[in-house]
């Protein structure tokens, strides 16, 4: 079955740029009409999705974070990554990416399956 | 923004039933998904597209959405399905999650 593996620096300095990458692996990254989400959670509270990507590059993200978020997909390396830049203290939390059954950029989805998480700390 | 609101918590003694509510203006309109987690672990997909299971999700778990309320019932509820719920809609291009719900199992 599918699963999903994040990985990327736990630690990133106040004002630069996180960047997670997920890699796919137990079926194709471009395979099924699936699109492919960001959600994360600070500790102790919340989910809170990032935005999502289609292999074809087509995204669309949460508009509080519209301005510093950015996604691409790499379907060579069954990858899709996230870039989340001038960071602070208010963006620490796990991280997760999840396959996303949306049918459409802009179609409702569900989450399934996610991957196990990452934490990054954003901390001098 | 759209909000959807759940209670903080919902206590149940094993073997009965557990409701877990879900608020939001018209969300009957609007397809829910629930989550659980448990500590330290990824949220768990439970339930689709307001009332469907997916595979491996045993069939004490429900759904249901209608008017400003989605519900998430577990009957026969045990010690293992303690944990957080999370309810999940879409509204104005944008996927919205509940606060979650903490579901205690005395």
């Known amino acids: 079955q599918v699963q999903l593996q994040e990985s990327g620096p736990g630690l990133v300095k106040p004002s630069q740029t996180l960047s997670l990458t997920c890699t796919v692996s137990?079926?194709?990254?471009?395979?099924?009409?699936?699109?492919w989400s960001w959600i994360r959670q600070p500790a102790g509270k919340g989910l809170e999705w990032i935005g999502r990507?289609?292999?074809?590059?087509?995204?669309i993200y949460n508009p509080s974070l519209t301005t510093r978020v950015s996604m691409w997909v790499d379907p060579s390396k069954n990858q899709f990554s996230l870039r989340l830049s001038s960071v602070t203290a208010t963006d620490t939390a796990v991280y997760y990416c999840?396959?996303?059954?949306?049918?459409?950029?802009?179609?409702?989805?569900?989450?399934?399956?996610w991957g196990q998480g990452t934490l990054v700390t954003v901390s001098s | 923004s759209y909000d959807l609101t759940q209670p903080p918590s919902v206590s149940v003694s094993p073997g009965q039933t557990a409701s877990i509510t879900c608020s939001g203006d018209k969300l009957g309109t609007k397809y829910v998904a629930w989550y659980q987690q448990k500590p330290g672990q990824s949220p768990l997909l439970v339930i689709y597209?307001?009332?469907k299971r997916p595979s491996g999700i045993p069939e004490r778990f429900s759904g249901s959405n209608s008017g400003n309320t989605a519900t998430l019932a577990i009957s026969g509820t045990q010690a293992m399905d303690e944990a957080d719920y999370y309810c999940q809609a879409w509204d104005s291009n944008t996927v919205v999650f509940g606060g979650g719900t903490k579901l205690t199992v005395l």
């Open positions: 990507i289609y292999t074809s590059g087509s995204t």
């Open positions: 597209q307001d009332t």
């Open positions: 137990g079926g194709s990254i471009s395979s099924g009409s699936y699109y």
């Open positions: 999840a396959r996303d059954h949306g049918s459409g950029t802009f179609q409702p989805g569900w989450f399934d399956p």
